[in-house]
């Protein structure tokens, strides 16, 4: 689900041009300054703890819960276990025209202009099918995952890995794989946990590459929970209301695997007080 967030205006500009002048691969996470918790073992949430995923908007997490995922943009919520969601494959909404304008060579581009995602019409996708163009958003994208550990996050989640399968063709798995490769190094260089976004039948390449634990939506719904469960010890998985509704929630929580963390949100992931606000979560 991608909701909110914003793109630092400042971090597009000369980050790319450091990237395409002089790298020649991507940039090495041992040579970049490092967090004071770089060299620790990442921790991991813990899937009998309450969780709540607070992509549209931050607000004091619901009684319980201590497990919470909020946009890189805002402040962790400091219940336990921070989740920092970093858009790593596409633009975000807000930014989506000013990086076109910028950087027009790392987006996909059609007759029509950046090709975007159908159902996110305000996202252009990444152009990640060159070692360079890999390289130029690491170099964007990796200062944004460094600023989620000096904010105080845990762990990082990395969005639309499986952009490649709304590309019409001019991405491969293989592409987004070896740019998830390099998150992955940089996330661990900082101290942080990282976790695969959905695509579940890259579950064990992902796993292999050294990603932490896995967040899921609708993975009851599509039934594909058994694979993050199967690679993983920890699946945060995120049911809608619109989609599987009260009844298959109750149904899934008696069935979940120990594993998994499962909760139950409106689709809009909306906060409290607002019209349409849900959330419930898997009882004891």
Not at 22 to 30: E, F, I, K
Not at 154 to 160: P, S
Request: net charge negative; hydrophobic share 35%.
């Amino acid at each position: 689900m991608r909701v909110t967030g914003a793109l630092g205006g400042a971090l597009l500009g000369g980050a790319l041009v450091l990237a395409l002048a002089g790298c020649s691969g991507v940039p090495d996470p041992a040579s970049a300054p490092a967090s004071p918790s770089a060299h620790a073992t990442p921790r991991l949430p813990d899937p009998s703890a309450g969780f709540d995923y607070q992509l549209g908007g931050a607000y004091p997490p619901p009684t319980g819960v201590q497990t919470v995922a909020r946009d890189r943009t805002a402040e962790p919520a400091g219940a336990g276990y921070d989740i920092c969601y970093v858009n790593g494959f596409q633009t975000q909404p807000d930014a989506s025209e000013r990086f076109a304008q910028q950087h027009p060579d790392l987006l996909l581009q059609t007759g029509d202009g950046p090709l975007v995602d159908p159902g996110w019409p305000d996202e252009y996708l990444y152009d990640t099918s060159t070692e360079a163009r890999r390289d130029a958003l690491a170099a964007l994208v990796g200062p944004w995952i460094e600023g989620c550990a000096r904010a105080g996050f845990d762990a990082v989640e990395i969005d639309n890995f499986d952009s490649y399968t709304r590309s019409k063709g001019a991405l491969t798995a293989d592409d987004n794989v070896a740019l998830a490769a390099a998150y992955a190094a940089i996330a661990h260089r900082h101290g942080l946990a990282i976790a695969q976004k959905n695509t579940a039948d890259q579950s064990e390449r992902l796993r292999g590459l050294g990603y932490d634990f896995a967040v899921a939506e609708s993975c009851v719904v599509y039934d594909e929970c058994a694979a993050y469960t199967s690679v993983y010890p920890v699946l945060l998985d995120v049911e809608y209301t619109d989609e599987l509704g009260e009844g298959g929630f109750s149904a899934a929580c008696a069935e979940r695997d120990e594993r998994t963390a499962m909760i139950l949100r409106d689709h809009d992931l909306r906060t409290p007080g607002d019209t349409g606000y849900a959330y419930r979560a898997c009882a004891g």
